[in-house]
């Protein structure tokens, strides 16, 4: 079960919110979806839940085309929309019966569907409880049990953690892991601890352009962001006697620590070494900044207004 989204536009006005995109995520993936508010994220998700319908270009799920076939296209789609837009004087339990029965699920399979959810959201204590009265992460948890009731194996999530504190953050993270095997999933988030612990590859959108798409591994890896090695010795140096190594471009001190960023594709922690042991220097520490999804996000996306 595939999600392609192929030349992709969706015009207000003046304005371009999705820029001619194009993807394809495959059954079994896990893929989050970045980018700066107003970046488009949104937009492409209400289209590929037919929504709102695109300027131009299509999105297909399994084939169907979202535009042409948008009922059937809904009944094998799970969405959660950022504003999760529950309905606050309902119980829990009387609230996934409703959301069951527009899915049409059987009359003799709907309770035991709606205990299955219950408990795979881990909502036992709450299920009698009015959604008005629940807490943030409650309510996030009746939203994705909403978005999965009908057993839809593509889901789509938008920022499902939004407002979360830590504990429920985490909660909704191990969640997500376990309900998406075998599942096609896209999510957009903005933090990018939850993309490095629940995908194997993300997609960065900026002002409507992708601007990266590609497994983490090969973002973390093959940025071009300039290689920092971090040191510290037990006496003061002169920065000039750093920046005068092979390989330096710029040193920063930052309190006992040298912050050393060098040429790509070069490694001075070995001039380093000899340089302190030639200066009969003790090196307290020496390690290279790894590159993190933060920084990567800033580089591709730092024209971006918030």
């Not at 309905?87 to 527009?102: A, C, P, S, T």
């Not at 059987?106 to 299920?127: H, T, Y």
């Not at 948890?141 to 789509?156: E, F, K, S, T, Y």
């Amino acid at each position: 079960m595939s999600l392609q989204v192929n030349h992709l536009s969706k015009v207000y006005g003046q304005q371009k919110a999705v820029d001619d995109i194009s993807f394809t995520i495959n059954k079994g993936e896990i893929v989050g979806f970045l980018g700066p508010n107003g970046a488009g994220k949104s937009t492409t998700m209400k289209i590929a839940t037919g929504f709102i319908p695109a300027t131009s270009g299509e999105i297909l799920v399994d084939g169907l085309n979202v535009a042409e076939q948008p009922m059937r296209v809904k009944k094998i789609i799970g969405y959660l929309p950022e504003h999760n837009p529950l309905y606050l004087d309902m119980y829990v339990h009387e609230y996934l019966g409703f959301i069951g029965k527009v899915y049409q699920i059987p009359f003799s399979q709907l309770k035991s569907r709606i205990q299955e959810m219950i408990s795979l959201c881990g909502l036992e204590v709450e299920q009698n409880k009015l959604i008005g009265s629940l807490s943030k992460g409650y309510r996030q948890r009746v939203g994705l049990a909403q978005a999965l009731i009908h057993n839809p194996p593509v889901l789509i999530l938008d920022e499902p953690t939004t407002g979360l504190d830590p504990n429920q953050i985490v909660e909704i993270r191990k969640l997500i892991r376990q309900i998406s095997q075998n599942k096609t999933v896209i999510f957009s988030t903005h933090i990018m601890q939850e993309v490095q612990a629940l995908c194997d590859r993300a997609i960065i959108i900026n002002k409507g352009k992708i601007v990266a798409d590609d497994s983490l591994k090969n973002l973390m890896g093959n940025t071009e962001n300039q290689p920092v090695i971090i040191v510290e010795f037990k006496e003061p140096i002169a920065e000039t006697d750093l920046s005068a190594l092979s390989g330096v471009e710029k040193v920063i001190k930052k309190g006992n620590q040298y912050h050393i960023h060098t040429k790509i594709h070069t490694d001075v922690r070995p001039a380093l070494i000899q340089f302190a042991s030639q200066k009969n220097i003790s090196l307290i520490s020496l390690r290279q900044e790894e590159n993190s999804m933060e920084e990567i996000f800033r580089s591709l996306t730092t024209d971006a207004t918030a």
